[in-house]
């Protein structure tokens, strides 16, 4: 279903070219005081057409709070956030009606439910994901206010790699180029790439890394909804996503366990802390207090401009042409989706663990 | 919570030197005559001590089904499927009783519920995927009914790699080795390789791959529930798992989209098909009836046979000692745990999927 | 939360005096073409002002789609429901502002959330139902393509009782008189008892009837979610609802079993049937295809316009004086939202069936 | 499906003539000395063969705890609890293995499954309920050290009713005769009642009041989750319940509303407390502080010692001759099964209520 979350839970609604987009926020703590002017600066930063980089389409992406809100603070009822689609070309998609687009969701959705919005892909389309970032904009708020913080950036495009460990990068960096790498250099060989990529009518992927600092021990539940399972959940259910990995990952494999072991001391506070993080903070499904850590690829933008081979709804064989207004590379929107994603992960751990460890004899 | 899936419900309970571990199912269909022993035979892939390569535990894992059997077949109320321990050498576990592991889940869970049961881990030992492979042996039958099938193995160990592309293994050759490798020279360095880490004390990670053939189209559900998310949660849930990918994967993010997408073309029978399949058979979280393939990474086991530093429960500085009887690697034996999860996933959402295509004006 | 039902979920959202309410349906089947006429005048059988004998707030009560929706037809994405509200004087309720009104949810929302929207009673107001009503019209159109057909009338307005088994009844004299009573002799009546108890600046209470025909065999589910267990609490979720009762209900209790007993026999058509049907069309939670019947019980109206005892926020004494546009009694527009709420638990129950049965060997 | 609750979430599995019955219990706060004895004595209340007015099955009950029990103190992880049936006379069922007994749920789950276990009733026995008693034992406890207490009690069999309000009665005596009546007068009228319509072969209804005392403003959850509706549902879901009040129930459709309306003032304490309580204790779906109380009709048992008229599974008409041992009137026994559910529901909003309110700015 449209639903994520259980004690801090949103439902999502509406298509690309419909007549809006929106969430609906349940379980959100009474008598907070919203930032609305963040909220929209988040919804800025994964917004259409901020930069050269990304698809021109215009879209102002504000938002509108239509309940929740008492004298501009929660009530613990549930918030509905509403973003009016204004720049919703759909004349731009008729020649797909009925022609399924390679590697997008057209078919799949035809097969499931025999009958699809064509126009930007309906609600497969990855403008979906504003009305994630306007939730995860309200979790991030909470968060902060427990002290925890998160932190996205692009990590690869196509074959660049930032290769440097999270802890010896200037996150205040990130923020200053428009693909979002705190690495300056690098940010200037991957915006080139993506570029060059463009002119060909072409698309790249990417891989975003994220951190999680200040996380409190005891987040996340043994067995199946372990606190990594969530987050790895969470960020495959973003658009285009095809790997997830998390303290060592897929480099781990290869590492012996003596190596491996993330051994335990006291720190001059007296906390207890490990000397390595191979664990990526989260140990049987638990975070133990140290930084989470993990990465998130994302494949080539499925929409090109160039012809390609396909079917029609009728199952002859045509020629995909393409158009519209695309990215050619999806990660410097996806970054602040994914912070959204994980604050939401989080902070319904947080709120869920209020139940585990309340009650008292 | 302790449940897994919407419409084929598992929960699952035990410790791992407690009186049992077990399963409940809620949701299967009856009127299934189940194959007890075919349930059997996958425990026994999962079981302790079925080669030199795996823990000496003698566990015999032998499933009772206490509930929703009548006359051999299912009757629509829950199953229950208790193994009762048998070799839980608890006092094994003596010396750890205030002493955290690293790298274990002896920390977190301390911190979380203020108690843990330290022998042989508590909830937190992977005894308790025994659960899982039982009601995965069951999913497994429904699923076969409908002509799905999956089938896991292992793809790498420490560095060694097995890359050759799935469709060119030969999957009979999985079970005729003690690493579950189907390239049998492979099979011979890795068990090599893991009989070596062994004899150091110590430990090594791997990677499982694993192929679902024969999916119809449709399953999944757009956005939060995507038929990947979903798979990727299961596999994170499985202990030790650092990493999932699936298609295309982390490599994916290095091609162009015009590589990497999948174009669409009619078979002799008239099926739509795709040329490639870097979508790993799914689109827009939905199958699109193309093999789904993907990768589990799995971390060096936590349990070494070697002296560590760690903390004890008072928070001083204590020195572990490794004892007990432990996997050098847990690829092998994390095959058939592989598949349940991914049968588990699979025969959640075709239960579901009836819910949303069934209804007939 | 704010969410009810499993395969057809609905979340409703929204306050009385806020700008809108509304309703997202999850789950609705595809390829549906929806009836709008018939959601709206579903909302007007429960809009203010529609009589004299009911609160003469002015709402038009018209419905927006702002999701879910393609060329006229459902897509299987959420559908978004808005209802703009107009005629919101909250400037009515700012005497109330730091009241409690004696019997309203004002107190124990203060006390839940330490803050409350206290125009019109916020999110508890039954205004919040014409959501349910406009979700519900949806359902009902589903479940008359099955064949199942759903109609709630007045059966008490205070003392003035319907006491004919509705076998008897003429159900198309329903909405032929304001209060919705099928007999018109005790429908004036009863609206004159609501005229007399207006003029006092009082409140009357009243049970509704309702009767679900044509109910396939086997929705329901054992132990919890019986069929029955479900209908009450949907029926206890309706404002101002005091109690539920079933098939024999209360009266039941005096009977011997050998004359509650509903014998089996097999009717012309070769059709199990029962010969009496005390049990309500349900046995074992589940439904055996006989009509499903019940009772749900009303409370007088907790706003009067009379002076009251109560405190304010500060916990001082105050009178309570009252203010508004009210209704004197409400049956006469919660008949339409106990069709609606009843026709929501049978469609979830029909979907989720689906799950049950549908699978073959 | 076979799951009640969300924060304190309980899974019953078995069958009146299978191996056990049983429960897991998942979300049960750690730390916890559990009162093992306690347990067994509330399911001594609901056992068979307690007295001569019960069915005289011997069945101990005996509870056995198979996991999440670690040195006598709950560990956050599932409790299992088994019962195993022992006194299971499943010859006594023989003939109606192609019977439907009318009033039973044989034939619905017939019609539903496609397959039944006929021995007793398989799942649909209200042997079931044993599980929910043990579970409830627990939740007792806990809400015990929070001050919650809950007392039931049957107040009608057949026509002998007490309608002495609860607060005039003595509730030491409920305990001290066979049908939990606490007046004794009317105890010894109905156990000569019952007595008397069990020499017919015959059955009789009865109701069961209870109480809680002491609750907490502030439990329950607005629209649709409302306290009330939460313990409507968890009554409805107990075998043989045809109607649910609480509050003025349905005699409240009587009153006005200004008899109604629950004035507030303030107590000598300062606390804020209502002069009446026609509410019973919940206002707007949300526990107020003051006492909650209800009342459950139960029908008259369907198993009669008489012939009666039905259908086999093949269509014919037969004649269904009553066997094996039941009971005449289930409100003895019911009483404690009325307890438990109450008491799950009240946990379950304890727990989830910490998330609500926990979080601070």
């Not at 999502?12 to 703590?29: L, M, Q, Y």
């Not at 979906?128 to 902060?144: F, P, S, Y």
């Amino acid at each position: 279903m449209n639903t994520y979350g259980k004690a801090f839970r949103i439902t999502t609604f509406g298509e690309s070219h419909g007549d809006a987009i929106g969430v609906i926020i349940d379980g959100c703590p009474s008598n907070l005081a919203l930032d609305m002017e963040f909220i929209q600066r988040e919804l800025n930063r994964r917004r259409p057409g901020q930069s050269k980089i990304v698809t021109q389409r215009k879209e102002p992406d504000q938002v509108q709070v239509i309940s929740g809100i008492f004298e501009g603070k929660t009530t613990g009822t549930p918030l509905t956030l509403v973003i009016w689609n204004q720049d919703a070309k759909s004349k731009d998609y008729s020649h797909i009606a009925n022609q399924f687009r390679p590697s997008h969701a057209d078919y799949t959705y035809q097969q499931k439910y025999g009958i699809r919005d064509y126009r930007g892909g309906g609600r497969s389309s990855a403008r979906e994901t504003a009305a994630r970032v306007a939730a995860g904009a309200i979790a991030k708020q909470i968060l902060w206010q427990q002290g925890i913080k998160i932190t996205a950036y692009t990590s690869q495009v196509g074959s660049i790699k930032l290769t440097t460990p999270y802890q010896h990068l200037d996150f205040s960096q990130i923020e200053q180029n428009d693909v979002r790498c705190p690495d300056p250099t690098l940010a200037t060989q991957m915006i080139e790439c993506i570029k060059e990529v463009r002119k060909q009518g072409d698309t790249i992927g990417g891989v975003v890394n994220a951190v999680i600092e200040n996380t409190p021990s005891g987040l996340g539940e043994p067995v199946f909804d372990k606190l990594h399972a969530e987050l790895g959940k969470a960020m495959l259910s973003i658009n285009a996503v095809k790997g997830f990995e998390y303290g060592s990952g897929f480099d781990g494999v290869e590492m012996l366990g003596s190596a491996h072991n993330d051994l335990i001391y006291k720190d001059e506070s007296g906390e207890a802390r490990t000397r390595s993080n191979y664990s990526g903070g989260i140990q049987g499904g638990i975070s133990n207090g140290e930084d989470i850590y993990f990465r998130v690829a994302f494949k080539p933008v499925a929409t090109l401009m160039q012809d390609q081979e396909s079917l029609n709804t009728q199952g002859d064989s045509v020629t995909v042409t393409g158009k519209g207004r695309h990215d050619p590379c999806v990660v410097p929107r996806a970054v602040v989706i994914v912070e959204a994603m994980a604050a939401l992960v989080l902070l319904d751990f947080y709120l869920r663990n209020q139940q585990t460890v309340e009650i008292k004899p």
